[in-house]
């Protein structure tokens, strides 16, 4: 069954506040080999202009996926999670996100196409701070294989 197009420009409440640990991104760091000085090295993150060490580019998806579990997790959407695929994955970072942030991530459904008998979902998470402050904006595609009707195309 193809997804509820219904859930086209859906907003979802804030997640619970995340705050960013000085531990958790020397994890990523660790985890996908960054050699950066500014995401290790408070001092040198300092020398750098920032408050503290920052994360890499992709640690925002340790906020985006999570937060998006609201929308896959909803039986009304109609996702079969275990025939999904990550499709694409883009990160537009306001600044960078730093030791001692605390962050909320708001969901939106941006769309959902159905192609070749796949369905596309469209899934944008805007994270930022609970004050309002943009962080970054994580767009992910994720494709459903199999799943729409015959017959269907967008």
Same mark, same amino acid.
């Given at each position: ?12 409440? &804030? ?8 531990? /958790? ?16 090295? &408070? ?95 994580? /767009? ?15």
């Amino acid at each position: 069954m193809s997804l509820d197009q219904s859930f086209i420009g859906r907003e979802y409440p &804030p997640s619970a506040p995340y705050e960013v640990g000085r531990e /958790k991104i020397r994890e990523f760091v660790a985890a996908i080999g960054e050699s950066s000085p500014l995401c290790t090295d &408070p001092e040198a993150a300092k020398a750098a202009g920032y408050p503290d060490v920052i994360a890499p580019p992709t640690f925002a998806v340790l906020l985006s996926m999570p937060a998006q579990d609201i929308l896959t997790g909803d039986p009304q959407l109609g996702l079969d999670y275990s025939r999904v695929v990550h499709g694409q994955q883009d990160f537009v970072h306001h600044r960078p996100i730093r030791a001692g942030d605390e962050l909320v991530t708001v969901v939106h459904v941006d769309d959902i196409k159905t192609r070749a008998g796949n369905d596309f979902l469209t899934v944008r998470a805007e994270i930022g701070t609970p004050a309002g402050e943009a962080v970054c904006t994580a /767009k992910s595609m994720l494709v459903a294989r199999g799943t729409a009707e015959e017959g269907e195309q967008a």
